[in-house]
């Protein structure tokens, strides 16, 4: 089949199915994102294979990179959707959710791994530096799931919503520095502090820099674009920001999320906004589920079928590390005593992790710091987090509700 | 660079550079699309360099599948802005210009090949053949560039706007069909009556049955689709389901364009058209600048250098080929004696060679029929075609007006 042909089906299908398998989830009140996750578990490369997940496969890279666009695309929205100044008004609340919701995993993770607990075969190198990988791998957060959520209930104008998104955003210029730090472990450099300082200043420089001169200079710009004529001139103006500001954080040492909520942050402070978020929802329709789907057929099931028994201890070290990675996060949730909110919906918000600890697992792979199995663990603990989070955190809302306010 | 940086850099650039040229055109009463080929000249291989051209860049399939993308969707755009019984009602007049638009060129080509005006050096194969192969390159009109240059002119609801599309849809299935038969004749199988009529069955039916088909079931479909709950249940379905008709077209013999043209038609017949138009034009505003952008970035420019030597064989044998083009879909508009409207405007609306004319020319080359100074030579009709289009289009419009009426 010419290649152009199967891209169409394969997208075609995705998009389908996706759809309508979040209309089931909607009916049984279930954000619509599990459906997509579900259905992309099925259509992956460990089941029917529709979407394509191998590395021969030249389909492969285009899957990828749509996927990231709809990702982008997203944290872009939640930034447009995002008022700076509401923003920093959560930002010390934001900051201790992050910290002590990378600190507990980290620190859960550690002990876990040095604990008699663990399994010496699936150490590779040393006993420390496999302990520091494992607790790495738990400490970031993945907001693109639960900003799902969040806009599936239509909770994103809510304080919870806010600490969940400013926590995250630290959440990742802190995983970035960690990755760092962790990457020059496993190549056999020490650890300094100048290091880890120099990988911190260069995140949140960034973000500062980004959307100060970009809220000085948005307004201005973008209203000589609307003075322009050409037929869609205003989104594909914002759609082309985005993506350059998304490219220019990861050269800069930040990363392509980051850039994308910034732009989108930036882009709020224009008289352009709503109209630039409304023309900007079709576009997140078709690339965004292809994020999700394609997060799904990353899923090998053959991992998880507990009849094959050298998945047992797999399946038992993923285990334990699900229920750290959990409950790690969960802790995030007390760390602002001095505010009152719906601490179990923060807690679980910043559970999932996502293409950050995928990242990091690879790098400890392709490192030699950890063995295939405990790689394959760390992966079903990833998923898992993301699976479980989508009923706990509307389970959650519904019990104790979300705050509303100023704020 | 991570080759998501690089995608994320080049569809940025790609897009912006696009809409900026673009205004200018606008200002300067152009159409927008030749600025974006103008653009994309530049920013393609042989000048900048930034849209990915060459065959071992991961990033060039990306690129072409998502200009794909571009091209169905504004063929299915237009579909849904042409109701089926205003363009049957063109039917015999549109026919018409197809035929002759297809006749005369293929039969001015084949003549000027055969003549002593060709070059002797430039035929590798038999001269007969050859002959026909240049006759068949000049015979199919890519009616993207048309379709853009009437929309952005508000010339969609004309009847020149109307025998230009069903003619170019008619052209397409007799394209299809001569394709069949000259890769037969340059993989030295013989010509027969019941290949071409089998060809020609194909295209004809795949497009009867599946707007029948679809006319019948649509609405009933749609109508249920918009009782479904799911965010942007509508738009997605409407997407995929134009994918997929696109590919299922491919596969049955026909073409993507022509699928995803007859998706459009069909969904023109819903209650839901309107909404689905609306809410469809911020992803073409992303995904139909790729198509045009990437047409232009593969042309080289170096061919065209007069100051080369080597050169000037190609550029004269291109000039003659470019006024055979030119002037042989003018005589279609002279085709339809029995009723008024503009016929420079249609003639030169049927005048743009695209993608359908690279694919002869290229397995012509690919099969040692076409010598790669022919090759190039062809290359340069094609392009040559789409270039002046939008002036003259626009000029001939601007001169004589355009018909409207009932019919």
Redesign the interface.
């Known amino acids: 089949?010419?290649?152009?042909?199967?891209?169409?089906?394969v997208?075609?299908?995705m998009?389908?199915a996706?759809?309508f398998t979040?209309?089931l989830?909607?009916?049984i009140r279930q954000p619509?994102v599990l459906g997509e996750l579900a259905v992309g578990i099925l259509l992956g490369g460990s089941v029917l294979g529709v979407i394509p997940t191998g590395r021969g496969d030249?389909l492969t890279?285009?899957i990828?990179?749509l996927a990231?666009?709809g990702v982008?695309v997203l944290l872009f929205e939640i930034g447009l959707a995002t008022e700076f100044r509401t923003l920093m008004r959560v930002g010390p609340a934001a900051s201790a959710v992050a910290v002590v919701g990378v600190a507990v995993p980290f620190l859960l993770g550690f002990l876990y791994w040095i604990s008699p607990l663990h399994r010496p075969e699936y150490s590779v190198s040393g006993l420390t530096v496999t302990a520091l990988f494992v607790g790495a791998t738990l400490t970031a957060t993945s907001v693109a799931i639960t900003a799902r959520v969040l806009a599936?209930l239509s909770c994103t104008d809510t304080v919870e919503a806010r600490i969940i998104l400013g926590a995250a955003v630290i959440d990742d210029v802190l995983g970035l520095a960690i990755l760092a730090v962790v990457s020059g472990l496993a190549g056999g450099r020490p650890l300094t502090v100048w290091g880890v300082g120099r990988v911190l200043a260069v995140g949140i420089g960034f973000l500062a820099v980004a959307i100060a001169v970009g809220l000085a200079l948005a307004p201005r710009i973008f209203a000589l674009i609307e003075r322009?004529?050409?037929?869609?001139?205003l989104?594909?103006?914002a759609?082309?920001?985005l993506?350059?500001l998304?490219?220019l954080a990861?050269?800069a040492g930040s990363a392509?999320i980051i850039g994308a909520f910034a732009a989108g942050i930036i882009l709020s402070g224009t008289n352009q906004a709503r109209t630039i978020e409304q023309?900007?929802?079709?576009?997140a329709?078709?690339f965004v589920?292809v994020f999700f789907l394609s997060i799904g057929a990353a899923v090998d099931l053959r991992v998880l079928n507990p009849l094959e028994p050298r998945n047992a201890g797999v399946l038992a070290v993923a285990g334990g590390l699900l229920v750290i990675a959990v409950v790690g996060k969960l802790a995030a949730g007390w760390a602002v005593p001095w505010r009152r909110f719906n601490r179990w919906a923060v807690g679980i918000g910043m559970a999932p992790r996502g293409e950050v600890g995928l990242v990091f697992a690879n790098v400890g792979l392709t490192a030699g710091v950890l063995s295939r199995e405990l790689f394959s663990a760390l992966l079903v603990m990833v998923i898992g987090t993301t699976l479980v989070t989508p009923p706990l955190l509307t389970w959650a809302l519904g019990r104790w509700g979300a705050t509303m306010g100023r704020e």
């Not at 322009?228 to 001139?233: A, E, I, L, P």
């Open positions: 089949m010419p290649l152009a042909v199967r891209f169409f089906t997208l075609g299908i998009l389908l996706g759809k979040g209309e989830c909607e009916r619509p030249p890279p285009v990828h990179l990231l666009v982008v599936d322009m004529r050409v037929r869609g001139v989104l594909v103006t759609f082309a920001f993506l350059l998304a490219a990861d050269r392509l023309q900007m929802k079709p576009v329709e078709i589920p």
